[in-house]
Structure formats: structure tokens, C-alpha cells
């Protein structure tokens, strides 16, 4: 069983930055591809980053692309979220997911992950 914690989240204003982190608990972590998700109010959850497990390949959401990177530190078993130059319309909920995944393929499929976080909300003011 793999249980993901996030934190980091918060308030701030437009052009901004936070570091999301999601610390991971289990011995898969080294080999699991990891990602963020996010959801806003009354939207359906899309897809931010991943990273494989060895960091060799990573994935973005266009809209994130440039502003947004994900990291991750095997050896503390976490990943991170550094989100800058932030948005009104980045506000959302932001989730951590993994899947164990020995080959380094990412997705951008919510489904393709079995362990998810609860969350970790995100305000970004104008």
C-alpha cells in the first residue's frame, strides 16, 4: 500500500510562485512514474506533470509548459511541484498520483494511476 501526502499549497498573487511537495510512503517510490493532477471548482480533473521514476522522461499540460516543473528525490521518496509565473486560472485543488512503473514511461491518464493523495488547494489571486 503506497500513501502520498501533499503539501505546499496555499494563497498567492498572480505571477507568484509555490513548491508543491508529495511525500510518499512504501518501497516502490524509486520505481513508481509519478504526477500532479489538478481539479478547479466544478471542473473535471486534468492532467499538470509527470516524471518517470528515474527522471529521465517528463510530460506537461500545454497550459503549464514553461512555468511549471516537476522534480522528484528518490532517496526522500518526494516529488515536487514548482509552479511560477502563477495564474487566476491555475486555482484548483492539486493532487499527487502514482503508479508503479519500472520502464521510464510517463501518462498523462488519471485512470493509469492506482495511489492518489488527498490534495493540497492551490489560490491564486488577481
Known amino acids: 500500500q503506497v500513501q502520498l501526502v501533499e503539501s505546499g499549497g496555499g494563497l498567492v498573487q498572480a505571477g507568484g510562485s509555490l513548491r508543491l511537495s508529495c511525500a510518499a510512503s512504501g518501497r516502490t517510490f524509486s520505481r513508481s512514474t509519478m504526477a500532479w493532477f489538478r481539479q478547479a471548482q466544478g471542473k473535471e480533473r486534468e492532467f499538470v506533470a509527470a516524471m518517470s521514476w528515474s527522471g529521465a522522461n517528463t510530460d506537461y499540460a500545454d497550459s503549464v509548459k514553461g512555468r511549471f516543473t516537476i522534480s522528484r528525490d528518490n532517496a526522500k521518496n518526494t516529488v515536487y511541484l514548482q509552479m511560477n509565473s502563477l495564474k487566476p486560472e491555475d486555482t484548483a485543488v492539486y493532487y499527487c498520483?502514482?503508479?508503479?512503473?519500472?520502464?521510464?514511461?510517463?501518462?498523462?491518464?488519471?485512470?493509469?494511476?492506482?495511489?492518489w493523495g488527498q490534495g493540497t488547494q492551490v489560490t491564486v489571486s488577481s
Open positions: 498520483a502514482s503508479v508503479w512503473r519500472p520502464y521510464n514511461s510517463v501518462s498523462k491518464a488519471g485512470p493509469d494511476y492506482d495511489y
